[in-house]
Every structure is written in C-alpha cells, then in structure tokens.
C-alpha cells in the first residue's frame, strides 16, 4: 500500500526548467522513444544543481485546482541554451514543498491529491504565480523511483513551489 512516507522543505538555488508545454498530461512515449531527454541533459552538461536534481520532470500548472498547462522536461542551471523545439521557464532560487510517495509504482500516483494538503498541514503552503497559478511536480529521480527496493516500491517525490514567484 502507497503512502506520504516523508514531507518535507527543500531549497534550491535558481534554475531553468527546459521542456515541452502540452495542454494535457502524457506524452511520456514521446520523450522516451524521441529522445528527448538525453537532448535536455547534453544542453545542460553534468552541473549538480542540488540534492534533487536531475529527475525526469512532469510539471504542472494550476488555477484553483484547473489545469492550465503541463509540461515535461528536466531543471538545468540557469542560463542553459535552450535546445531548438523547447521552451523554457526560470525558476528563482527558493524552496520546494516535497512529499515523498513510497509504495508500488503502479500506487504512487493515486497519492498525488493529498500532497498539496499534505504540505499545508506542514506548514509549506504552495505559493501562486503572477498568473494565479500553482506550480507542481513529480521528480523521477533514479535510483529511488527507478529502482524499486526489496518489497517491489518506489519512492516518487511530488513537489510544489512554496516560496518563490515565476
């Protein structure tokens, strides 16, 4: 069974979200089998950004609960040229809400409507955009949501912006 197994602040310095914006989730086929990825990492090189980084990323946009964008892609260091056929967003240095969601892949997801509250309750409210939007995101990190552990579960980190404008 999948459950919040960890919440928690974590900072990190200014960066650049290289992606594509989609009006709806998925996709995921077209980065794989495209590519895509490995065009994002060339373009930013082997920076350590923080702690966190280097997950495959899909982030979203949200007025009052309403999609109104969704993007993938990865965070690379500010000032990264941004490859033809992307776009992207800069992200000032702050911090993000983070919830750890631990249990068989195949469940995580389903646990994504109770970050948000999640991070409430501790305090780490997500903040909202000039466009009156929350940001949010799953971070694929490997090994911990690539590999599962020994009873089969993954831990896929769900984030939101707390405390920084885009």
Known sequence: MADISRIFPDPHPALRFIGKRYGDPGHWGEWFAGGLFDRVER???AAALWENAGGYV???RRARGELCEYWIGMFAPPGTAVPEGFECLDVPAGIFGTCWLHGPEGEVHSLIPT?????INAG???AVDAGGCEISF???LCPRFTTPDGDGNVI???CFIVNCEV
């Open 58 to 60: 899909g982030l979203e």
């Open 115 to 119: 970050c948000r509250e999640a991070l």
């Open 156 to 158: 896929l980190d769900y």
């Open 43 to 45: 373009a930013m090189g």
């Open 138 to 140: 799953e971070n694929g």
């Open 124 to 126: 780490l409210p997500p």
